[in-house]
C-alpha cells in the first residue's frame, strides 16, 4: 500500500503584496493627554514645571524625594485636565497632581 504523496503541489498562492503603511506616529490618534504629556526625565526629581502644565505622578508608591523611572514610578507633565486632583504627597516639594480614582499606595507598605 503506497500513499500517494503529493510533494507540494504549487496551490494558487496569490501573493498578494498588500502594501501595509507602516505604523507611524500619528498625533491625532493619540489622546489630548498622550500628546500632551511629557514624561518627566528618568531618575530625576523635577524642579520646575513648565508654564502651563501640571505636574502629575502615578500611583506607585514613593518617597517625596522618589526619583522617577525607579519601581515603576513615573511623573509627567500635561496640562490640567479634569481627571486629575491635586496631590499632597509632597513629592519633589512642587505642586502637582495625580490621577483621580487611583489610590497611591503607601510608601510605609514597602520595606
Ligand atoms: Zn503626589
Redesign the pocket.
Known sequence: MTIKQTASKPKATTKMKVARPKPRLNLWDMTHDQAMAAYVKGFTVPKEIPKGKVLV?NQVA?TTRSRTAVNGFRAWFQDRTEDIEP??????GLP???VKGIP?ASPSTRK
Open positions: 505622578h514613593h496631590c499632597k504627597c509632597g513629592w519633589a502637582h497632581y495625580r497611591i
